[in-house]
């Protein structure tokens, strides 16, 4: 996860409340707007198909609140609510939000907003770089995983199998989720469909790479990467 470099998703129902964020975010160095939505449902669709490190989330929307959206979400983003009313502040720190921005805010009120969100996501990239299991669930149970004994991680649509030296686990995940979740330093992805335990790694033929004798796919454009960090 590149936390020099947030990818940043604006939901308002109000055109010119998205415009000003878009413009703030451009101010930002850096910053990526993954895309500006006019509703929760809008949002969740690019959630399904984007990476988001940082959600800017309006409170009263037509059809599902921002609160309920969030509600909804396994694994939120870092999120900001963005409102017009005080009253629903409390409700949205109960929700763990990062910051809740009052309208009208200053650039400067904005900007202090993002840089607590990426504080945030600096420490859960740190907690994860240390962590030595992985909860899931499987079959309504919580099970820890040792991540030292993960070979890799094969995204299954809504679902991911996580392949192990002597066992295998399927459970309701991102692809997404999984890649923040696991070291970086660990683990590293080499196809939309797949996380590789680095250490694992024995030979690369083609786009084939051998995990652990598993034959896993590797992507045109990763393949470079691969080779230069894996093999050099």
Known sequence: MKLNIPRILLVDDEYLALNLLEGYVQQVPGAKLVAKCKSALEAMEVLQQEEVDILFLDIQMPSLSGLDFLKSLAKPPATIFTTAYRDY???????????????????????????????????????????????????????????????YVEGMKEYVRIVCSDNKYVTFERMKNMEESLPTSQFMRVHKSYLIARNKVTSIEGNMLEVAGAKIPVSRNLRSQIIEELFT
């Open 89 to 151: 502040a409390v409700d949205a720190f109960a929700l763990n939000a990062i910051d809740y921005l009052v309208k009208p805010f200053s650039f400067s009120r904005f900007l202090q907003a993002l840089n607590k969100a990426i504080q945030y996501q600096q420490k859960e990239h740190t907690a994860a770089e240390g962590a030595e299991y992985l909860s899931i669930k499987v079959d309504g149970k919580l099970v820890r995983v040792k991540i030292s004994e993960i070979v």
